[in-house]
C-alpha cells in the first residue's frame, strides 16, 4: 500500500477535480446526457494528497505503538480519528478510507483482523443492495423520467410552481432512488425547461419589439466528457464574449430552479429507512446496541419521517422561493385571492392572463410535448411499477406498529411462540422475525432478472403481436452489464468501514467514554439537547459525507444517551436525520457537487441559501423529534431503557 502511494503515477477516474469520490456521479450522469462511460477522463492524483496521507497514517502508526497494553480506548480513538481525517479531506477516495479501520485496528490490537473483516458486511449492506438493484433497473428502462415529466406537467405554470414541482420530483424519486442518482437525472431536464424559458422569453422579446436578447446556450448540448465540466464551461465563456447576458430576473430564479433539485433529493432521502445510507447506519447500530429495543422497519421509519421529510420540503420550497421568485409567490398570492373574491363577487377582478401567465402556458406546453415524445407506457415501465408497489406495500406490512404483520404470522408458523399483538411475546419479550426488509430486497432484486423486457406472452394466443412483429429473445430487466456498471459498491463498502468502526468503538469502551463526556446535557430539557445533537451533526456533515457523520456519531450518541437519561432513539434518529441536512457546500454531498455544472452556480449561491436551509431545517427536525416520533414507536417517557441492552 505505501509502495503504490509513494509512485507518482496514481491515477484515479473522475469528471469533478474538486470531487476524489465521483467516479458513480460522472457514470450516471454521462449516461443520463447521453454520453459513453468509457469517456471519463483521467486525471492524475495530487501529490500532496499521497505526502499527507502517508504522514497522517505514519503518525496514527507511530502514536500506537506510543501507548500502553492499557490504553484501548485511546488506541481506538487514534484509529477512529485518523479515519475521519481521511474522510473529512479525502486524501484518498472514501472507498478506500473506509478499509482503515480493517488494517489499523488489528495492528492496535481492538479487534482481530477476523472479528474486523465479518462486519463489512452484514444483513443491511444486503438491504442496500436490494435497493440499488430496483433503482438501477427503474433508471435503465427510464420509467423516473416519465413520472418526472408528468409531475412538472401538472406544476409547470409560474416560476413558484415550478419550483415546487421540481423540488417534489426530486423529493419523491430519492425516497426509493440514490439521492446522487435523482439529482444526476433531473438535471437534464431542468436543464432543457431552463433553455424553454430562454427561447419563449426571446420569441416574447422579439414580439414586443424589444431588443432581441441572446439567452446562451444550455450546457448539456455542448459538455464533453474530453476534459473537465469546469473547463468547458471555461471554454465556451471564452468563445461567447461578447454575447449580453440573460436578464438578472431570469438567472436569479435559474439559481432557485437548479438548487432545488438537490435539496429536495436530500430532503426525500430522510423520509424512508432506504432512501439514504445513514438510515441504515441509524438501523445497524441500534440493533448492535440494542438489541432489545423496538424494531425500527421500513413502516415504523416512515410513519414519523414522512411527516419531518414533508415539512422540510415545504420549509424549503418557502426558502427558494421567497429568495429566488418572490413577485411569482405574490402574484400566485393575489391571484388566488382574486379568484376566491369572485367566487362571492362575481366579475370582481379580472382573471386575464398577464404576459407571464402566457409564457408559462408556452412553458408548460413544452413539458407537456417531452412527456409525450416518451409515448404509450411501455410493458417494463408498467411491470416495475407494479414491483415497486408491491416492494413498498411487503415493507409497509411486514411489521406496522401496533399490528401483526406477515412477517410476525410466518414466524409463529415455523416457531410455536405465544405471540399476541405487534411484535411481542406474552412474556413481553421482542421477536425477531426470519424474514426481514432485506429479504423482501433481494427477492424482487432476483425476479427482475428473470422479467424480460418486452411481454412474453405477446405473439401468442393470449396476447396478439402488433402486425409484422415478429418475437424475439429479449434481454431482462436487470442484467449483470448493467449491475456492474451502475451499482456504487464504493458505498457498501463505505457503510463496511462504518460498521468496523461501530465495532471497534464498543469493544475498546471508546463509545462509552465519549458518551460521559457529555455529561454537561445532563437535566437539561429535552429540546435543548436534540437541538445541540441536530446543530453539532449538520455542521460535521458539511465537511464530511452524510455516511462518514453518521458512523462517526452513532457509536457515540447511543452511550450518551444512557448518561442523559434519555431514550437512545431520541438522540439517535435526531443525530440520524441532521446528517441530511447538507445544504451549504458543494463538497457535503454528491448531489451538491453535481450542480456546479451549471454555469449559473456559484458557491456562495448555496452558501447563502443552505445557512437558512440548514438553521429553519434544523427547528423542523427538532420539532418531529420532541413531538411525534416517540408516541408513534410506542415509547411513552423519554427516559433510558436498561432492558434494551444486551
Known sequence: LLLLLMSGDNT??????????????????????GEEDESRVKTQVPKWRTAFTLL????????????????????????????????CTEAMPLMITALMPAILFPFAGVLDTKQVSAVYWNYISMLMLGTFLMAESVEACGLHKRIALAILSLLGR???????????????????????ATTAMMLPIIGAIIESLRSIQREMDRKNGATGIDMGTVIYDNITTNGSVAEKLAEEEEEEEGVEADPPRFTWFCKGLILSIPYGASIGGIATLTGTPPNLVFKSNLEKF??????????????????????LVITGWHVLVIMYARHSYVDMIKLIGKKLVNIFVPGRFSTDDTDDQKKWKQVNSEIQKKYRALGPLRFPEVVLFCLVIILVILWLFRDPA???????????????????????????????????????????GVVLFNIPTENPLEGTWLWKAPPGKKFKRSEKLLTMEIVMKKTP??????????????????????????GDSFGFLIGQNNVLIAMVICFMVACLTEVASNTASTTLLMPVLAPMSKTLNVNPLFLMISGTISASLAFCLPSATGPNALVFTFKEIKVIDMLRTGVIMNILSVLVVVLGVSTWTLSILGIENNEYIDSWEP
Not at 468501514?497 to 463509545?511: D, K, N, R, V
Open 12 to 33: 484515479c477516474i473522475q469528471s469533478n477535480p474538486a470531487s476524489y469520490g465521483s467516479t458513480q456521479i460522472s457514470a450516471s450522469f454521462s449516461s443520463l446526457i
Open 158 to 180: 409560474s416560476e413558484a410552481l415550478l419550483l415546487l414541482g421540481s423540488m417534489l420530483v426530486a423529493w419523491k424519486l430519492s425516497m426509493f432512488m440514490s439521492n446522487t
Open 402 to 444: 401496533g399490528l401483526q404483520g406477515w412477517s410476525i404470522a410466518h414466524y409463529k408458523s415455523l416457531v410455536q411462540h405465544d405471540a399476541v399483538e405487534g411484535a411481542y411475546g406474552s412474556d413481553g419479550e421482542s421477536i425477531h422475525p426470519y424474514l426481514k426488509d432485506a429479504w423482501i430486497a433481494i427477492v424482487i
Open 56 to 87: 497522517v497514517i505514519l503518525i496514527a502508526v507511530i502514536i500506537i505503538s506510543s501507548l500502553g497494553n492499557d490504553q484501548l480506548k485511546e488506541r481506538a480513538g487514534v484509529v477512529i480519528a485518523t479515519t475521519a481525517l481521511l474522510w
Open 290 to 311: 440494542f438489541p432489545n429495543s423496538p424494531s425500527v422497519d421500513f413502516g415504523k421509519w416512515m410513519a414519523f419521517c414522512y411527516p419531518i421529510s414533508f415539512l
Open 489 to 514: 459498491w464504493d458505498v457498501l463498502i463505505l457503510l463496511g468501514g462504518g460498521y468496523a468502526i461501530a465495532e471497534g468503538c464498543e469493544s475498546s469502551g471508546l463509545s462509552q467514554w465519549l
